[in-house]
């Protein structure tokens, strides 16, 4: 009997990368031959408890477009990616079958769901060490200035400022070199929309995130805000727009699963500012991607409490779950023009603005009083830039249950007045027929 060929796996999940990439920088630099493995599982693609798709056809395409180019990146790199539409125990028990696992690296996630993914890996892999790096900080949890994590203050400003005097940015990992030779793996395809349940779709003409998934596109992306257009020198002025492509630096859905790393982000946020302009609209891109970092290190501090409807602060609040309520807030058919018009964006779309976010969240959760995990679980579905510790952060945050020290509550009307003066955005969006 053939003696299997060793091999070391770079599992990739939210890591999409291959520039500053622990992982595969780590395994690269080991003797034994590399592949990667990505799993679309079926379970992602199913309806939640609270009636909704986990992953929508937005997200969805955006990540197909990912893997696509990751495949191709790695394929210079010399590194074959298996790619399977399968339950991730089966997957990983079918290389075990052709290949000797020796160890798998991947990156550190801590949420419930990623944590039992990790277990089904090691159960199929019981011979292999499982080997995981944090790789999606802008701060590495190593050089924040808090001795553990239930350090972690429950103020962003503390937090901001405490990082900002004592702690500094890594820098970032460069392309690892080619491998020799690269394994042979059974070819594995990436399936489309209707193989993982979902339909086809026209990108929406209004819609402000017309972009494709993939590492390449998120550094053209980051090459035209920065560079060609210098737009970044603006970000702070313009990042409470709702329309078009321009008015936010638009990275949230690379970020999201990893196509960029925010400390590649910053690291070029630097060199604009030594080379074009410093101002605080280059320090305000930062000072959100500290935020990002911030809603990371609260899942991290405070676990599964970031999905209970009391949040972190386990405030008992007489919460509602309507239907009828959830359908005229998704169907964008409230007594508030302003909620209507954002709601009918991401319905059209998958996108919204960071503005709109908070109104629709605040109109839900505070007005209405509903369910605020609903609202959560709807934009978990639908949002091309999910993620977990962001979308859910933010949540809890704008409906009373997480780190807002003043508890505000928006007026829907000033806000749409503030910053949709002209109705030019309630009026592109109030006109589509959606439903």
């Known amino acids: 009997m053939q003696e299997k060929q060793k091999l070391n796996i770079v599992w990739f999940r939210n890591d999409l990368r291959v520039q500053d990439q622990i992982s595969l920088t780590t395994a690269l630099a080991e003797e034994i031959p590399v592949i990667g493995v990505y799993v679309f599982q079926p379970k992602h693609y199913e309806m939640t408890s609270y009636g909704f798709k986990k ?15 990751l495949q191709h990146n790695l394929a210079q790199l010399n590194v074959p990616l298996w790619v399977e539409h399968q339950e991730i125990q089966e997957v990983f028990k079918k290389i075990n079958q052709t290949f000797q696992i020796q160890k798998v690296f991947f990156q550190t996630e801590w949420t419930s769901e990623e944590n039992a993914e990790e277990r089904l890996v090691q159960k199929a892999l019981p011979e292999a060490q499982l080997v995981s790096q944090y790789n999606q900080f802008l701060f590495h949890p190593e050089d924040i200035p808090f001795t553990n994590f239930e350090e972690i203050p429950e103020v962003y400003t503390h937090f901001r400022k405490a990082c900002e005097k004592k702690s500094k940015v890594r820098q970032a990992l460069p392309k690892p070199q080619t491998q020799k030779h690269a394994p042979e793996i059974p070819a594995g395809k990436i399936p489309q929309l209707n193989e993982l349940g979902l339909s086809d779709f026209e990108l929406h003409p209004n819609s402000a995130f017309p972009f494709q998934g993939g590492e390449d596109q998120a550094w053209q992306r980051l090459n035209q805000y ?22 936010s630096s638009k990275f949230s859905a690379w970020l999201a699963n990893g196509s960029i790393s925010a400390v590649s982000i910053y690291h070029e946020v630097k060199k604009f500012e030594k080379q074009i302009k410093k101002n605080q609209d280059t320090y305000w891109l930062i000072f959100e991607l500290m935020w990002r970092d911030y809603f990371k290190y609260i899942s991290l501090k405070h676990g599964n409490k970031i999905f209970q409807l009391g949040g972190i602060l386990q405030k008992d609040y007489p919460w509602n779950a309507h ?3 959830l359908q005229d807030w998704v169907e964008g058919n409230t007594p508030e023009p302003f909620v209507n018009a954002n709601m009918k964006e991401i319905a059209a779309t998958g996108f919204m603005s960071n503005r709109g976010r908070q109104n629709v969240n ?39 249950v997480g780190n807002d020290p003043r508890d505000r509550k928006f007026n829907i009307k000033t806000q749409a007045q503030r ?7 309630q009026n592109t969006w109030l006109q589509q027929k959606l439903f």
Request: hydrophobic share 35%; net charge positive.
């Open 55 to 69: 992953t929508e056809k937005f997200r969805a395409k955006f990540l197909i477009e990912t893997v696509t180019n």
């Open 226 to 247: 920065f560079w060609e257009t210098k737009k970044l020198q603006v970000y702070k002025k313009t990042r409470n727009g709702l329309l078009g492509t321009d008015y």
């Open 323 to 325: 239907p009828k309520a």
């Open 362 to 400: 605040s109109y839900w959760a505070k007005e209405w009083k509903q369910d605020w995990r609903i609202g959560a679980a709807y934009f978990e579905s639908l949002l091309i830039d999910y993620d977990v510790h962001s979308n859910w952060g933010n949540w809890m945050y704008n409906s009373g």
């Open 419 to 425: 910053y949709d003066s002209n109705n030019k955005y």
